[in-house]
T-cell receptor, first 118, second 113 residues
Framework: DADVTQTPRNRITKTGKRIMLECSQT?????MYWYRQDPGLGLRLIYY???????NKGEISDGYSVSRQAQAKFSLSLESAIPNQTALYFC?????????????????FGSGTRLTVV | QKEVEQNSGPLSVPEGAIASLNCTYS??????FFWYRQYSGKSPELIMS????GDKEDGRFTAQLNKASQYVSLLIRDSQPSDSATYLCAVRGRSGSARQLTFGSGTQLTVLP
């Protein structure tokens, strides 16, 4: 199994519809992230979670919500999809050092979900 | 002002040459620096991390960090066509929301056979 699994891989939805993107991980890491990628804009952080009870907004959280159902699962929802939410969405996980400075590991990304809102 | 800036390219180098990718960042107290490689339609893959000034080498890759100049670079020696990809620079700050990775928009590299 992949370390990080995202479903669905591709999705086309209509404006105004609610849609959920799911992410699950097998590494047992506490830290999980949702990013979107648009051409020329790089990766932008939507939400992140350090554990089941700790969820934080990123730089572009408007129009999105998240749920951390368990340590291994972190879902992203678009309550009412709009065309400018058409993008490639990535979930990422991060391990943390047990000693010394925390958060020094890079992220491991899922394969991504290509979402098109028409 | 963008927090992490990269030349978007495209950068083209011949096979066997050295490819040099550059990144500047605005947060002077940034602590950790990463380079990711992303093939078209695929997810980013971590290839290098660097935390202190100087050079760090891993195979054909060398990361260089200069915190005084707020500059990090990636050198790819003996470039191969399989190195053709977009390279993302990512920076982690020291506190608050800045502790999350901020990504540049990427530099597209093409290695010509």
């Amino acid at each position: 199994d992949a370390d990080v699994t995202q479903t669905p891989r591709n999705r086309i939805t209509k404006t105004g519809k609610r849609i959920m993107l799911e992410c699950s991980q097998t590494k047992g890491h506490d830290r999980m992230y949702w990013y979107r990628q648009d051409p020329g804009l790089g990766l932008r952080l939507i939400y992140y979670s350090f554990d089941v009870k700790d969820i934080n907004k990123g730089e572009i959280s408007d129009g999105y919500s998240v749920s951390r159902q368990a340590q291994a699962k972190f879902s992203l929802s678009l309550e009412s999809a709009i065309p400018n939410q058409t993008a490639l969405y990535f979930c990422a996980i991060q391990g943390v050092r047990n000693t010394g400075g925390a958060g020094d590991y890079g992220y491991t990304f899922g394969s991504g979900t290509r979402l098109t809102v028409v | 002002q963008k927090e992490v800036e990269q030349n978007s390219g495209p950068l083209s180098v011949p096979e066997g040459a050295i490819a040099s990718l550059n990144c500047t960042y605005s947060d002077r107290v940034s602590q950790s620096f990463f380079w990711y490689r992303q093939y078209s339609g695929k997810s980013p893959e971590l290839i290098m991390s660097i935390y202190s000034n100087g050079d760090k080498e891993d195979g054909r890759f060398t990361a260089q960090l200069n915190k005084a100049s707020q500059y990090v670079s990636l050198l790819i020696r003996d470039s191969q066509p399989s190195d053709s990809a977009t390279y993302l620079c990512a920076v982690r700050g020291r506190s608050g929301s800045a502790r999350q990775l901020t990504f540049g928009s990427g530099t597209q590299l093409t290695v010509l056979p």
